[in-house]
């Protein structure tokens, strides 16, 4: 059956409760839907057979780092979907074995307890793939060679990417960035991450001159604004819609940006997202440090818990080097 079908009947099923608990439902899953498709699985062509316990858990993941809700939204949403797989479990829908079942039960209590889902490792991408994703964005062509619109739009895009690439930002904390934030002397930002914590990222050279290039570029757009520039977002909308206001991305811009530049790339099969980027930033930091710590502040995580999964990451490395080189 398809995921979309399950997901309405499911809702329908729901139907016989309060209308909070529909209304409630009925967001979570939407938001799964979402998360489904920004990892290349179309609820409303896919079979149930596509997920695993991996991708169920995943959603966690992504309502953390990528849409950026709260532990108490999280948890009504997994609720809805946790209802959902056991929807399809009575129904025998759900093709998963008993042990499997059991991985997913026990992964929804870990997060509950503020912990990442088990056995989740990040897919950082390759460095030649880094620097394919930089390329297209540099190698965008121009449908009207003059338009002003189209050049800022390109000229953010490779800011962008560069700049996910080397600070580790979460989309949440990229976004919010305002002008007076940036440390010319130390090529740096101070950001505030979740729950309201201020730490400091650094630039590469290549990513501060991106994005210098690319306010400079601003100048004329900035100054008609009537707003004073320390004030004004890092990276702003270049779509018509926003005409002359100098607006700031959400979220859902960025993932889309990286997205069409995946595609371009040849990298679309990848599932690359802002996220990936994050975690390539993550495992080079690691790589080159062997320090949590470091990398834990870096990144701007609270609990070690979460960072320690970049260790395991260097384990597998050091692992399929072995066999390269033995094999």
Known sequence: MLISDTIERYLDDAATGSSFTRRT????????????????????????????????????????DEAGIGQRTLHTYLAGLVGWVNFLQVRGWLPFTPQELARFQEGIKRVRRNQRPPDLLPHPPRQEEMQALVDAARETP??????????????????????????????????KISRKQLDDEEQASWVVGKRGKVRRVYFDDRAWGAMRRYLLERQALDGSSGRPIADLPLFARHDRRASDRVLPLTTESVQNIIRRLAERADLAAKGITPH????????????????????QTALGHSNPNTTRIYAKLEDNAVRDAHRRAFD
């Open 25 to 64: 439902y009925r967001t979570a899953m939407n938001r799964f839907q979402e998360y489904l498709i920004v990892k290349r699985v179309a609820p409303d062509v896919s079979e149930v057979e596509r997920l695993d316990v991996d991708r169920l858990l995943g959603f966690a993941t992504w309502l953390l």
């Open 142 to 175: 121009l449908r009207r060679e003059n338009d002003q619109r189209e050049m800022l739009a390109k000229l953010r895009d490779v800011a962008i990417v560069e700049v996910l690439r080397c600070t580790g930002l979460r989309v949440g904390e990229m976004v």
């Open 276 to 295: 990936a980027l994050r975690h390539y930033f993550a495992t080079r930091i690691y790589q080159t440090t062997h320090d949590l710590a470091v990398t």
